[in-house]
């Protein structure tokens, strides 16, 4: 038998890496001598680093930026190759702010723009920018800004790259921008989202962010300005799908740096060279924190369904809970969901238990494939 192990991890409770460990264990005292192939797998967000650069053979580099809210904090991008993989999570994510400090007036994306620059002035030529999890409306403002962008306001004065400075934009002074002639970006996405109006940046994700119902309209009166006043500048519009992502971010380096945007779990899942781990598999073991609707919609477990359909490898889930949806992962193909939560009890508790009850769950499933295996 082999197993190709392709989880995401169980955000707060359990790692990727510890998951791997779980199913190792759980298979070889099911069938003794199979094979296991252990992947850490993300969909662009958290995990994403250590998913690509440990199947690469890569490094991280560790530096300081400006996290949403202008703070010098560490962080750190992969690298492989000639090429740079560049998280907004852990520079510009939402986890990084307390709620009561999130603000999508006052958050900006210039710390990821740091780490771009900072990856391009160190030689690398292909830049992969993952647009999960940001704190941030700023339209992408703050990135270029960091970039050597200039924006201006009607007086002539430079603005920082905010969310509330999106309406006082009027001119754009590129002369000292850094060079990308001879950059590759590609930015990685798993949203269709506009750069505005109803489904775009600021009504779609503006609240998560920090934004109040008064600062929905104010902004987005903003991100139109900002988007008129770009596309003047650059000569392409801003809003396209995926154009909306991380506040407006997708949009503005689409535009500006002429980059790519590509689906997030089909390209980590190509730099993690998943199609050659399914060759000769039996079986795939993925799953989530939470399988619900949003996983058949470009989510680990829908690229993973994808790829297995294809080579003919049933997949198995197994996750945190099952949530409304759910079900829709059948016709794209899951053989079976699995919630590892086995009796009454509230989140807290399934997260401080979580080790045990994956353990237990992870045991049945091997028991079920083995006893159709026979």
Do not use: W
Not at 98 to 106: D, E, T, V, Y
């Amino acid at each position: 038998m082999k197993f190709v192990f392709a989880s995401d991890s169980f955000k707060g409770s359990l790692t990727g890496e510890k998951i791997n460990e779980i199913l190792s264990v759980y298979a070889k005292r099911a069938f003794g001598e199979c094979e296991c192939v252990p992947l850490l797998i993300a969909d662009g967000g958290e995990g994403t680093i250590e998913a690509v650069i440990g199947r690469k053979n890569g490094k991280n580099v560790y530096l300081t930026a400006k996290n949403p809210l202008g703070e010098i904090i560490s962080t750190r991008y992969g690298v492989f190759d000639d090429t740079a993989l560049v998280c907004m999570s852990e520079i510009s994510g939402l986890p990084l702010l307390a709620p009561s400090a999130r603000s999508a007036r006052k958050t900006s994306t210039f710390g990821t723009g740091e780490l771009i620059r900072h990856a391009v002035e160190s030689g690398y030529k292909k830049i992969y920018v993952t647009l999960g999890g940001s704190a941030t409306n700023d339209g992408g403002m703050g990135a270029l800004t960091a970039l050597g962008y200039r924006f201006l306001d009607e007086n002539g004065n430079v603005l920082k790259g905010t969310g509330e400075e999106l309406g006082r934009v009027r001119k754009i002074d590129g002369s000292n921008a850094l060079d990308f002639s001879k950059v590759e970006v590609r930015l990685l996405c798993d949203v269709s989202n506009p750069l505005l109006g109803e489904n775009g940046a600021t009504y779609t994700y503006g609240r998560q962010k920090g934004a109040t119902e008064a600062d929905l309209a104010f902004l987005e009166s903003g991100m139109e300005n900002f988007a008129r006043v770009a596309q003047e500048f650059c000569g392409k519009t801003l809003d396209v799908a995926g154009g909306g992502a991380a506040g407006g971010i997708g949009g503005a380096l689409y535009a500006f740096l002429n980059a790519e945007i590509r689906s997030g779990i089909e390209t980590v899942l190509d730099l993690c060279e998943f199609d050659n781990a399914l060759c000769g598999a039996d079986f795939v073991i993925t799953g989530e924190g939470r399988v619900d609707f949003q996983s058949a919609n470009g989510k680990v477990i829908d690229g993973i369904l994808r790829r297995a359909k294809k080579a003919c490898v049933p997949v198995v889930a197994i996750a945190g809970s099952l949530g409304e949806g759910a079900e829709l992962l059948f016709d794209k193909g899951l053989a079976a969901a699995f919630a590892i939560v086995n009796r009454p009890m509230g989140l807290e508790t399934a997260m401080e238990n979580a080790q045990e009850l994956y353990e237990k769950t992870a045991e049945n499933v091997f028991r079920l494939i083995k006893s159709v295996r026979k």
